[in-house]
């Protein structure tokens, strides 16, 4: 297993920015790809961003697809670097883990390690 704590939540304006991060432990080394979801009130989590473990390949959701940067160092951490922040990225975010070996961008349901949450809040 692959345990997966994310920080760096608040409340900024509109046209702020935030970071997030997320650090993973445990499996570490079965790692296949870690990616960003969100889930705003009402409404189904949805996809933002992924990152290749391996070769630091990204993919992201078109919402945030120049406002948004998943990036990761070589301890662990997974990061979400938002620029931009629109009161419609309000939501709580969660990072998540992919172990199994297989296309990219993973599938959503191929995703089995997730971390707790953080909550972003944006006001207009």
């Known amino acids: 297993q692959v345990q997966l704590v994310e920080s760096g939540g608040g409340l900024v304006q509109a046209g702020g920015s935030l970071r997030l991060s997320c650090a993973a432990s445990?499996?570490?080394?079965?790692?296949?790809?870690m990616g960003w979801f969100r889930q705003a009130p009402g409404k189904e989590r949805e996809f933002v961003a992924a990152?290749?473990?391996?070769?630091?390949?990204t993919f992201y959701a078109d919402s945030v697809k120049g406002r948004f940067t998943i990036s990761r160092d070589n301890k662990n951490t997974v990061y979400l670097q938002m620029n931009s922040l629109k009161p419609e990225d309000t939501a709580v975010y969660y990072c998540?883990?992919?172990?199994?070996?297989?296309?990219?961008?993973?599938?959503?349901?191929?995703?089995?390690?997730w971390g707790q949450g953080t909550q972003v809040t944006i006001s207009s």
């Open positions: 445990g499996r570490t080394f079965s790692i296949y790809a």
């Open positions: 998540a883990a992919v172990r199994l070996h297989g296309i990219w961008p993973p599938d959503v349901k191929d995703y089995d390690n």
């Open positions: 990152i290749s473990w391996s070769n630091g390949n």
